[in-house]
């Protein structure tokens, strides 16, 4: 299993959808984008990855899985 990521970048138009509690020393950051600014979100989230690699390819995608006991019930 690949250890955990030190540090996690989040880009959202939403700063109200991300409640995230981490305990595990995770340096987490959020910046905000306006929606309309917000081409890679919205290329990730329809999953074109190829295209989200031809305009950001300085940035690495990986998938999360977060621990079940972290979330709520």
Do not use: W
Request: with cysteine; proline share 8%; aromatic share 8%.
């Amino acid at each position: 299993m690949p250890s955990p990521p030190h540090k996690i970048l989040i880009y959202s138009d939403s700063l109200d959808s991300i409640q995230i509690a981490l305990t595990t020393g995770i340096d987490l950051r959020v910046h905000h984008i306006l929606g309309k600014e917000n081409i890679g979100a919205d290329l990730l989230s329809q999953l074109l990855l190829d295209d989200f690699k031809l305009q950001f390819s300085l940035y690495h995608v990986c998938f999360f899985d977060p621990p079940r006991d972290l979330l709520p019930a």
